[in-house]
């Protein structure tokens, strides 16, 4: 069995309140919270490299049991007034499965995401070709 291996990061987006931010960063299983050299005011997600490597999508409590996470719900409620944070992932396990994806979400909650698989729908849209593989196996 292979593992998954990602590596996630965001853009830099300023946060209406720091450590309020920060204590919630604390609760994110390897989440790391960094800041802009030339702008103390802005701030980055960092996914710590290794298994797993991906955004987290639960939370552990004392006990070691699993509740689940909606991170970019929880994470609009920090941003400040017109903010918006991209967070993005990508990875493998082994090159049997490649993941690529990127999901906006602003100050008010909204949300956009994409992925890299996108494009087999594009090109069936785009009317190129009936028998499209998967870059997969």
Known sequence: MANYVGSARSNYFRVRDEGEFRRWGETLPGVVIDREEDDPNQFVLLVETGDDGGWPTCRFDEEGDCSDLDLFGELAGHLAPGEVAILE?????????LIGYAVAVNSSGERIAVSIDDIYERVREAGWGEHITSAAY
Request: glycine fraction near 12%; proline fraction near 0%.
């Open 89 to 97: 992932e990508v990875g493998a396990e082994k090159l049997r499965y």
